[in-house]
C-alpha cells in the first residue's frame, strides 16, 4: 500500500517514536511526533515553546488548540504528500474530533489506528532508564540497551547522551496519569470506525516491528 496514513497510539516509554522511525524508514513516510515538535519549539523559545514548556515540565498535556494548528499546518508540508505516522496525536478526543474534520477537509483519509500496548508496571522501568544520542538521535537505555561501546553512539561515534527533561520518576506518573485520563478513551473511537489495530509492545523490539510491518502489509 504506498501512501500510508497511520496514527500510532499507545502509553508514553511504550516504544511507539522508536516504532514511527522505523515505519518511516521502512516506507518512506514521515514521523510526526508532537513530542519532538514541542521540544524543539522550546529550545527554539518560539511563542509556542514558551507556553508548552512549563507544561510538559509538570507532565500534563498542552492545549488542544496549539496541538491542531501544529498538526494542521504540518500535515500540508510537501513532504507529508507520501504518507505520515502521527506520533504522539491525537491525545485527547477533541484532538481526534478536530483531526476527522481537519483531514476530511484536506481529503485526506487515514489507512490504520494502531496501538501498541504496555501495561504501566512496565513503562516506569523503560522511560526512567532512556537517553538519547545528542548528534545522531540513536536511542539508548541503562538496562535493555547500552551502547556497545560505553560513552560511544553505535551508529554516529557521538559521545554525547541526552536524557528528556520529563523523564523523572515523579514526571512519569503525572503522563501516565494524563494518558489513562485523556488519551485512552480513543481507543473506543478508534475501535467504533473500526480502523483499531492493537499490537502487544510488551516484546522485544524487532518482534513489535515484525508485527507492525504484518499489519501493515507491503
Ligand atoms: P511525547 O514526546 O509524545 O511523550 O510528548 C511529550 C509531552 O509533550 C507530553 O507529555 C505533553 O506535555 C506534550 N504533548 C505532546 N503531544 C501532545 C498532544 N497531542 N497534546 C497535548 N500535549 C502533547
Known amino acids: 500500500m504506498a501512501g500510508k496514513r497511520l496514527i500510532l497510539m499507545g502509553p508514553p516509554g511504550g516504544g511507539k517514536g522508536t516504532q514511527a522511525k522505523r ?7 514521515v514521523q510526526l511526533s508532537t513530542g ?7 529550545k527554539a523559545g518560539t511563542p509556542v515553546g514558551l507556553k508548552a514548556k512549563a507544561v510538559m515540565d509538570a507532565g500534563q498535556l498542552v492545549s488542544d488548540d496549539i496541538m491542531i494548528n501544529l498538526i494542521s499546518e504540518r500535515i500540508d508540508q510537501k513532504d507529508c504528500a507520501n504518507g505520515f505516522i502521527l506520533d504522539g496525536f491525537p491525545r ?10 481537519l483531514l476530511k477537509d484536506k481529503g485526506i483519509k487515514l489507512d490504520k ?34 551502547p556497545k561501546r560505553p560513552g560511544v553512539c553505535d551508529v554516529c561515534g557521538g559521545t554525547s547522551f541526552t536524557r528528556r527533561a520529563d523523564d523523572k520518576a515523579e514526571t512519569v506518573v503525572a ?3 494524563a494518558y489513562h485520563d485523556q488519551t485512552s ?7 467504533a470506525k473500526g480502523t ?3 499490537i502487544d509492545g510488551d516484546r522485544d523490539m524487532d518482534v513489535v516491528s515484525r ?5 501493515l502489509g507491503t
Open 23 to 29: 515505519l518511516q524508514d521502512r516506507y518512506g513516510i
Open 36 to 42: 519532538d515538535m514541542l521540544r524543539a519549539a522550546v
Open 92 to 101: 485527547t478526543l477533541a484532538q481526534a474530533e478536530a483531526l476527522d474534520k
Open 113 to 146: 489506528v494502531i496501538e501498541v500496548a504496555v501495561p504501566d508496571e512496565r513503562l516506569i522501568e523503560r522511560i526512567t532508564g532512556r537517553f538519547t544520542c545528542g548528534t545522531c538521535g540513536e536511542g539508548y537505555h541503562d538496562k535493555f540497551k547500552q
Open 175 to 177: 503522563r501516565l496519569k
Open 185 to 191: 478513551p480513543l481507543m473506543p473511537y478508534y475501535k
Open 196 to 198: 483499531l489495530e492493537v
Open 211 to 215: 508485527d507492525l510491518e504484518r499489519v
